[in-house]
C-alpha cells in the first residue's frame, strides 16, 4: 500500500509544455521511475531539454539501482558472492556515501539491511511478517563492516550480504537534477520524487517555494514550509506500510532488531540548503544526506534524532511528527514554518 507526499507542488502536466516567448522558458512534466511519481517544473534558458534530460536521467539510475532488475548494478553486486565487483562510478560513489552515514548515524541507516526488508515482502510488494528466528539469522549479515569500498569503483560484499539503495536514492537523484538545472541555466523551479523535494531559486517575485509536510495520521499537511535553493525530504511509515492481524508493519527498519522501527515518530523531514553542495559536481551531496538522514533519524526517536542534530556536525534542520501528535521543528526553519489550523497537532520550536 502506498500513499503520495502531498507536496504543496501539486501543479503537473501530463507531457513536457512549452511556454515560450522571452529567453526565459517555462517547461513542465509528470512521469513515473523509481517507483514514484515525479513531477518537475523548472524555468530558464533550457527549460525544455533540462526536462528531457531529466527524465532520460531518472530512468538511467533506476537501470542501475533497482533491486527487482536482474540485470541492474545492485542486483549484479549482490548476486556476486563475496566476490570483488567493478561498480558504476555513480553507484559506487552513492555506495560509499552510504557507508559514511551508516558510520555517522551509528547504524540507524544502513544498506545492508536489504534482506530484511525483503523478508517483510517491500522488495517485490509480498507483505508477509517473518518469524524472529528467521529475522536474527538475516542480522547476521547486516552491518556495515561486511562492505568495502576501500577501492574505487570497487565494492565487495560479505557472502550474505545484499544492500538496498531504496533509502538513498531518490536523493541522490535529487542532487544529480541540481547539477543538470546548473548546466541547462535553470534560474528556479520545483522537483518532486515522491516525498524527495528539491526546489531551486525563488517563485517569482522573489517569494519562498512553500513545501507541504503530510500528516502521518491523516490526508491534511500538518504545515507548510517556505524554502528556497533546499532540499526537503520526508521519511514516514505511512508511506508504504501493510496490516496484517490488526497489526501495521511499515517500510522502515530498525537494523539493530530487524522489525519495522517503532521510535515514536510518525515521520521525519530533513532540510538542507541546497547551496555549496557535492551535488552540484554530479557526487552525492545535500539531496543525499537529507534522505539518509530523514531514514535514520525516524528509527532513531525524537531524542537522538535531536541529539544527533547537536552533535553530527552535519548542517540541517528537520520537522519530526509524533506519534503523540507533536510536530517539532528545528530553530533553523522556525521562522519560514507555517502550521495547519485545526491540524489538532501542538507545535514546538526546538533546538
Ligand atoms: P526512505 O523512504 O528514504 O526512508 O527509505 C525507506 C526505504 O529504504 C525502504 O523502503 C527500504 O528499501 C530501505 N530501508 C528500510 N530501512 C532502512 C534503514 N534502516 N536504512 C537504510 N535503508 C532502509
Ligand atoms: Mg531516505
Not at 531518472?58 to 565487483?85: C, I, K
Not at 523535494?197 to 499537511?221: C, F, H, I, M, N
Amino acid at each position: 500500500m502506498k500513499r503520495g507526499f502531498a507536496a504543496v507542488l501539486t501543479a503537473t502536466l501530463a507531457a513536457v509544455l512549452l511556454l515560450c516567448g522571452c529567453s526565459v522558458k517555462n517547461a513542465a512534466a509528470q512521469f513515473i521511475a523509481m517507483d514514484t511519481t515525479i513531477a518537475l517544473r523548472l524555468s530558464g534558458a533550457g527549460a525544455e531539454a533540462a526536462v528531457t534530460a531529466a527524465e532520460k536521467q531518472m530512468h538511467e539510475l533506476e537501470a542501475l539501482l533497482s533491486r527487482t532488475r536482474a540485470d541492474s548494478a545492485v542486483s549484479l553486486l549482490n548476486g556476486a558472492g563475496g566476490a570483488p565487483q567493478a561498480l558504476d562510478n555513480r553507484v559506487w560513489a552513492l555506495l560509499a556515501a552510504a557507508q559514511d552515514y551508516a558510520l555517522a548515524t551509528g547504524g540507524a541507516f544502513d544498506v545492508t539491511v536489504a534482506p530484511v526488508v525483503s523478508a517483510w515482502g517491500f522488495t517485490e510488494a509480498a507483505f508477509r511478517v517473518p518469524s524472529r528466528k528467521e529475522l536474527t539469522e538475516l542480522l547476521k549479515n547486516v552491518g556495515p563492516a561486511h562492505v568495502d569500498v576501500s577501492q574505487t569503483d570497487t565494492a565487495v560484499l560479505s557472502p550474505g550480504t545484499q544492500i538496498d539503495l531504496g533509502g538513498i536514492a531518490k536523493g541522490y537523484a535529487t542532487d544529480l537534477m541540481q547539477a543538470l538545472c546548473d548546466e541547462y541555466e535553470i534560474t528556479s523551479g520545483t522537483i518532486a520524487l515522491g516525498g524527495n523535494v528539491y526546489v531551486r531559486g525563488t517563485k517569482e517575485g522573489g517569494t519562498l517555494w512553500q513545501v507541504g509536510v503530510q500528516d502521518p495520521a491523516g490526508s491534511g499537511l500538518v504545515g507548510t514550509v517556505g524554502l528556497s535553493d533546499a532540499y526537503a525530504v520526508t521519511s514516514g511509515g505511512y508511506q508504504r506500510y501493510f496490516e496484517q492481524d490488526g497489526s501495521v508493519y511499515h517500510h522502515i527498519i530498525d537494523p539493530a532488531t530487524g522489525y519495522p522501527a517503532d521510535s515514536g515518530l510518525t515521520s521525519v523531514t530533513v532540510i538542507a540548503s541546497a547551496a555549496e553542495t557535492d551535488g552540484a559536481n554530479g557526487l552525492p551531496g545535500s539531496g543525499t544526506m537529507c534522505d539518509a538522514l530523514s531514514t535514520a533519524l525516524f528509527v532513531m526517536g525524537e531524542e537522538a534524532a535531536l541529539e544527533f542534530r547537536r552533535s553530527s556536525g552535519l548542517d540541517f534542520d528537520m520537522i519530526l511528527v509524533t506519534e503523540d501528535r507533536r510536530v517539532l521543528v528545528t530553530g533553523g526553519i522556525a521562522e519560514h514554518f507555517n502550521k495547519q489550523e485545526g491540524s489538532g497537532y501542538q507545535y514546538e520550536t526546538v533546538s
